[in-house]
């Protein structure tokens, strides 16, 4: 591991001299790097300029106290090793100090053996802890790059077969056997559901990294309403229903990231045309507050089991209900669309009476 392949630093704190010689001869001896300082302020400056593997810390120094030294390491970076180096009369600060996150004490006089023993685990526990943090920020970074990369590695493709199915589907090329229409309108549905997938993954990906409120500018709330009611009326047509737009936004304009807010809008009205009844109808509506705007979406559908109602937000829920389940879809909308709303500083909440539809209300600061 690259992490041991130079010295250990060890940084030996004690306003007794003879006590920081002898450290700095000992540990020298042993194949580790050393830097002493006599007061606890030294000490701390030493620490973040030349940050050590382990410290050997004496508890009672005038001055900043060994344990005031302790809780200086810990905020600075956990993971450095606290031996704290005591007298019989402080047995109980040593005890403190442990309570505090120093790993061992170590109670003065101690023989040369026993202060290799200690260092010896301290630095142990260190490289340890040091392998582990490095692991999981390994895993978090392959997770985070993992559903990026598949996505994107899987996207050209797919979407190539999807062409390529599209003119055979159209019988561009000539006549197909009757038989085989069905199977081809189900191969081009089932591919749409997989690039759906995985544009919402990489949608989710994207907003992980990306800096929302670095983007938001002033938006006119109309211009937010009319965007929304074109693209939903698109969808709800197709479907057989009817988008109604209900109050007024008036000349009021909101500090937002507007693609990514829209993107998040239309996960919510395109749920509610898809899990409308068959000619339902679709309501957007808007309500200006001194200090907030709502904007809600309702549709006429089967509604949302109480039951489910605090889990749809969450990544990757999917509804249980044998007449929602067969829907395409991959139980990422929702929760897109509450990361954007809450970057926005924003909120999002959802009423619904079984059997009576759904509706999705997004409050946006003013
Ligand atoms: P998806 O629609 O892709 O499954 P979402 O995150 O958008 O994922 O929604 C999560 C779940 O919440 C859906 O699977 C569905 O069960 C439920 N849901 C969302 N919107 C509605 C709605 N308008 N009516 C009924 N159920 C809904």
């Known amino acids: 591991?690259?992490?041991?392949?130079?010295?250990?630093?060890?940084?030996?704190?004690?306003?007794?001299?003879?006590?920081?010689?002898?450290?700095?001869?000992?540990?020298?001896?042993?194949?580790y790097r050393v830097n002493l300082a006599e007061n606890g302020e030294k000490g701390l400056h030493l620490m973040r300029q030349n940050p050590p593997d382990l410290m050997l810390v004496d508890l009672q120094m005038p001055g900043i106290s060994g344990?005031?030294?302790?809780?200086?390491?810990?905020?600075?970076?956990?993971?450095?090793?606290?031996?704290?180096?005591?007298?019989?009369?402080?047995?109980?600060?040593?005890?403190?100090?442990?309570?505090?996150?120093?790993?061992?004490?170590?109670?003065?006089?101690?023989?040369?053996?026993e202060l290799k023993h200690v260092v010896g685990r301290g630095l142990e526990r260190r490289f340890l802890e040091l392998e582990a943090k490095e692991l999981r920020e390994e895993k978090a970074r392959m997770e985070a790059n993992f559903v990026t990369l598949v996505s994107h590695q899987m996207r050209s493709p797919l979407a190539a077969v999807r062409q390529l199915l599209e003119v055979m589907v159209k019988q561009s090329l000539g006549p197909m056997p009757p038989a085989y229409g069905e199977l081809m309108d189900r191969a081009v549905a089932r591919l749409?559901?997989?690039?759906?997938?995985?544009?919402?993954?990489?949608?989710?990906?994207?907003?992980?990294?990306s800096g929302i409120a670095e983007r938001r500018a002033p938006t006119a709330l109309a211009d937010i309403l009319t965007a929304l009611a074109q693209r939903t009326r698109l969808e709800a047509q197709a479907a057989g229903q009817e988008v109604v737009v209900e109050g007024d936004p008036g000349e009021v304009e909101l500090a937002v990231d507007r693609e990514t807010l829209l993107e998040a809008l239309y996960n919510l009205t395109s749920n509610a045309v898809k899990y409308n009844r068959p000619g339902g109808k679709v309501t957007l509506e808007v309500r200006v507050h001194p200090y907030q705007v709502d904007l809600s979406v309702s549709d006429q559908g089967p509604g949302i089991p109480e039951a489910e109602q605090p889990f749809i937000f969450n990544d990757f829920f999917r509804s249980k209900s044998p007449e929602l389940k067969n829907k395409p879809g991959t139980g990422l909308g929702l929760s897109i669309a509450r990361r954007v709303v809450k970057a926005h500083r924003g909120d999002i909440s959802v009423r619904s009476q079984p059997g009576q539809g759904a509706t999705f209300t997004v409050s946006l600061p003013r």
Not at 95 to 112: E, H
């Open 67 to 113: 344990l005031e030294v302790l809780a200086g390491v810990r905020e600075f970076d956990p993971t450095i090793v606290c031996v704290m180096v005591t007298g019989h009369a402080t047995l109980q600060s040593a005890v403190d100090a442990m309570k505090q996150g120093a790993y061992d004490f170590l109670p003065k006089p101690f023989s040369p053996d």
């Open 1 to 31: 591991m690259p992490l041991r392949s130079v010295k250990p630093l060890i940084l030996a704190i004690d306003d007794d001299e003879v006590a920081r010689e002898s450290a700095q001869v000992l540990l020298s001896r042993w194949g």
């Open 192 to 209: 749409d559901e997989l690039l759906h997938s995985l544009n919402a993954w990489l949608a989710m990906s994207r907003l992980a990294e």
